[in-house]
């Protein structure tokens, strides 16, 4: 678990330092930031995306995730959360007036969830930023299983640095994605030893590519380019997983026809 601590505390200290620096620029200078955060998010998720090794998969998961979790709403459910941290830890907050994207570019807060504060969007994007990755995963299996934390570790170095840039742009909220951090990687880095002898190289590569079409929402948010409800397309990792598991059994199948 040490590795996950780490990566946690790293993203609360490049949280805080965001979000001092963003105190000292003016308004506009906090939308180049948004600006180039959006890019560089963009920039990462399409280089992740590419280590997908089957497109269909790929697409397939995403729609069929996307409907999934439109149906259960997991996009508004994590913000809910996200608001009841910000009640709890955070004060009331200043929410996003409708329309307005503001400094940080969040006007899909406004318009997917009614004037939703800044804090419960950043705790959402930040989640998913630093959740996903070939890193996160195969990080978690090396110091869960062989006590190695040398990819955590540069996974906290990175983390950090992005942290900066997002509390940057969108508050206070970045920290407390944190907490999805500790969860999800100490989950991961706990059940490592049960969990390793079924993850393969495909399965890893292809949810890094899933993943990177996450983080791609999250940059096309950022830009404004278009208002995307990312969390709804998480269950896609889900029936990733199941694709290729079920590989093996698609081959056979394609071999009768062949």
């Given at each position: 678990m040490i590795g996950t601590?780490?990566?946690?505390?790293?993203?609360?200290?490049?949280s805080l330092a965001g979000i001092l620096f963003s105190r000292k620029v003016s308004k506009e200078l906090s939308g180049v930031i948004c600006s180039a955060a959006g890019?560089?998010?963009?920039?990462?998720?399409?280089?992740?995306?590419?280590?997908?090794?089957?497109?269909?998969?790929?697409?397939?998961?995403?729609?069929?995730?996307?409907?999934l979790g439109s149906w259960w709403d997991i996009d508004g459910?994590?913000?809910?959360?996200?608001?009841?941290?910000?009640?709890?830890?955070?004060?009331?907050?200043?929410?996003?007036?409708?329309?307005d994207s503001?400094?940080?570019?969040?006007?899909?807060?406004?318009?997917?969830?009614?004037?939703?504060?800044?804090?419960?969007?950043?705790?959402?994007?930040?989640?998913?930023?630093?959740?996903?990755g070939a890193?996160?995963?195969?990080?978690?299996?090396k110091a869960g299983t062989e006590g190695d934390y040398t990819l955590l570790y540069t996974k906290s170095v990175l983390d950090g640095f992005m942290s900066i840039v997002f509390a940057a742009a969108m508050g206070i909220g970045t920290i407390f994605s944190a907490l999805s951090l500790l969860v999800y990687q100490g989950l991961l880095t706990l059940a490592s030893g049960y969990v390793k002898p079924y993850v393969s190289?495909?399965?890893?590569?292809?949810?890094?590519?899933?993943?990177?079409a996450f983080i791609v929402m999250i940059g096309i948010n950022l830009l404004d380019l278009k208002k995307l409800k990312t969390a709804n397309y998480l269950?896609?990792?889900?029936?990733?997983?199941?694709?290729?598991?079920?590989?093996?059994?698609f081959a056979r199948f394609m071999a009768l026809f062949v």
């Open positions: 601590i780490v990566n946690c505390v790293a993203v609360i200290a490049g890019i560089v998010t963009l920039v990462i998720g399409m280089q992740l995306a590419f280590k997908a090794q089957n497109i269909i998969y790929l697409a397939l998961s995403l729609i069929i995730g996307g409907i459910k994590i913000l809910a959360f996200g608001r009841f941290l910000e009640r709890r830890f955070g004060g009331k907050g200043k929410p996003v007036a409708d329309g503001g400094a940080d570019g969040d006007s899909h807060a406004s318009n997917a969830e009614g004037g939703s504060s800044r804090f419960a969007y950043a705790f959402l994007n930040a989640s998913v930023l630093f959740c996903v890193m996160a995963i195969v990080g978690s299996f190289e495909q399965m890893i590569a292809e949810l890094t590519g899933i993943g990177g269950p896609a990792m889900i029936v990733t997983v199941l694709f290729v598991l079920a590989d093996p059994f």
